[in-house]
Every structure is written in C-alpha cells, then in structure tokens.
C-alpha cells in the first residue's frame, strides 16, 4: 500500500532536517503532493525527486491553495515550479513535466527516448509548442485533449 501525502506545512524545516525526512519518506514509500502554491512554501521537488520520493501536483480546487488567483492548469503549475527553482536550460524544462504526468518523460536524463511508446495509453494534450520545455516555460496554447483516444476538447 502507497501513502500519499497532500502537502500543508511539513517541510518548514532546515535544509538538513528536510534531508533526514526525505529520507525516511523514500524508505517509507510515500508520495508527496504539491499544488505548488503562489508566494508559500511547498516541498523541496528538487530534493524529493534527486532522493527517489515521488512527486504529483494536485489541488484542492480549481483555483490555487488559499488563494482566488490560479485556474487549475498543471502545466502551468509546472512552469510554476520551474521558474521558482531556477529550472530555466531545456533538459531541467522538459524533465518538470514528469510531475504532471505520472513520471513520464519524453526523454531521460541521458538523452533517450522514453515516453510515448506504442501501446502506451492515448491520454494527451496537444500544445503549440516546438518541444517539452517550450510548453512548460511558454504556457503554451493547448490545442486539444485526448483521453482515452477520444478527443473531448479540440480546436484543430
């Protein structure tokens, strides 16, 4: 069994106490979830993701946490995140979309061709950008959604 841990205020801690705990995270199997809130703190993702802790994006609602300003749009939570982490050369740009995606990349680390695979799920949106990290970094004009290979919103 996973547990999997909305974020509120647990990482408020020095760098070294939020190693320690990220550490028994790892070992314990948990995920964490973060709406990467504006102008408050949230979970070290850089520190969870280089220790093995996996990390999601949610919310609570449509709009950001405790806040009315936010529409619920997690890839723009995830130039959220990249901008706020200093994540700003392509390969850091296109590897945040793992957190929007259930881990998927479309390349690895090194370079290799990962996610989409036949057969894998027809779950996508398309987006007008030239790669991964331009839609991440420009907050890109998504031009349909797939789900389950059916289009359910499309202006192609």
Known sequence: ??????YSHAFDVSHSEAEEMVDIL???????????PLRRKFPPVGLLRSKGVPVAFGCDNIFDVWSPF??????????RLAKSSG???ERSLAQTLQFITGG?????????????KVGDSANMVFVE????AEAI??????????????????SI
């Open 104 to 116: 998927k990349t479309p390349f690895n680390q090194a370079g290799e061709h990962t996610w989409s």
């Open 137 to 154: 970094a420009r907050r890109s004009l998504r031009k349909a959604t797939i789900f389950n290979g059916n289009f359910v919103s499309s």
């Open 26 to 36: 790892r070992d314990a199997g948990i995920t964490i979830v973060t709406s990467v």
């Open 87 to 89: 994540w700003g050369d």
């Open 129 to 132: 950008a030239s790669c991964s």
């Open 70 to 79: 936010g529409n619920g749009d997690l890839l723009e939570r995830a130039g």
């Open 1 to 6: 069994m996973k547990l999997i841990i909305l």
